[in-house]
């Protein structure tokens, strides 16, 4: 009988082939960079989705407690992705243009995953599903996201078995449109921040929110950054309008009526 192979971390972590899913097209070391990044960012997102999809569960089943777990992550996640622009700045305009001319009509603009982490967060744009028609799956993954209610529609909902007064038409709608923002969800968040001790479970999931909000405003804004700082105000790769366009993403708000109400406190 053939012993079994015992595990080592290579073997675990599936190094050989991890560390070979790097593909120059050019000899520079600044393209290899470029890569790395790219991909871990990947990585982080396929985590973020996970978490995600575990912290909808939770407030479906008005288990919120065990959702700020997940929400925590993710925002702690978001921070990384974030500080990983100061690595990819470290690439001077001039390293960039030396092997731009290679990705072609490639963009980050058209990663699945970020669509799909924006539709869970509930910002709804189907004009993105076109850019995964050569792959079927990523594109499916996306169309489910985009159908399904999102993390804020699961939230709304718990407002709703919580005894607040919630229109019908927002707990059963076509969810694959974009959450127009509500006077009704924001009174009623407004009584949960007015009065967190009765409230305080959803006074905390309103807070975890918040913070994926924040943190993805201050990625959205860095990415701006960086990308000013390589390549100024060029057109993008993919066809993209570059910095302006961007610069256009920045004032997005998954949960507008997080934001809005604090005026009225």
Known sequence: MTEPVPMTYARYLALDTLLDAQHPRSDLDDEMLFIIIHQTKELWLKQIIREMRFAKQQIR???????????????????VMTLSWDVLSTMTPSDYTRFRHVLGPSSGFQSDQFRTVEYMLGLKDKAFLKYQEDRPAAQAAMQAALEQ???????????ARAGFDIDPDLLDRDFARPHEPSE?????????????????ELYQLAEKLVDLDDAMATWRHKHVLTVERIIGG?????????VSYLQTTVAKRAFPELWSLRTQL
Not at 151 to 157: K, R, S, T
Not at 234 to 242: E, I, L, R
């Open 61 to 79: 089943g008005d288990a919120l407690v065990p959702a700020y777990k997940a929400l925590a992550r993710i925002s702690r996640i978001q921070a």
């Open 149 to 159: 209610p999102s993390i804020w529609d699961e939230a709304i909902a718990a407002l």
């Open 184 to 200: 009704q969800v924001e009174a009623a968040f407004l009584d949960v921040y007015r009065n967190p001790e009765k409230y305080w």
């Open 234 to 242: 060029k057109m993008g790769t993919g066809g993209t309008a570059g």
